[in-house]
């Protein structure tokens, strides 16, 4: 069975991107009165974005790292 280290990296980078979610959901309801409080989760979301295909490129490269060596 071909284990498939692509798809863990994207679930890895998604949890990432989940988490960092979290976090600036946090930091952004903590001062309810800011004036650009959505505007600021929307940049740190927008900006955080690429971690999952990140995540998908280092699983592939990691699989094929890990399967030349054998």
């Known amino acids: 069975m071909q284990k498939r ?3 863990r990296g ?3 980078g998604a949890v990432f ?3 960092c ?3 600036a959901y946090a930091f952004e309801t903590q ?3 800011s004036t650009a409080s959505g505007i600021g989760l929307l940049v740190v979301m927008i900006f955080s974005l690429p971690v999952i ?3 998908f490129f280092l ?3 990691y699989g094929k790292i890990k399967n030349k060596n054998r």
């Open 5 to 7: 280290y692509w798809l």
């Open 10 to 12: 994207g679930v890895v």
């Open 17 to 19: 991107y989940a988490i």
């Open 21 to 23: 979610f979290l976090i």
């Open 31 to 33: 001062n309810p009165n």
């Open 53 to 55: 295909p990140v995540g």
């Open 59 to 61: 699983g592939w490269l």
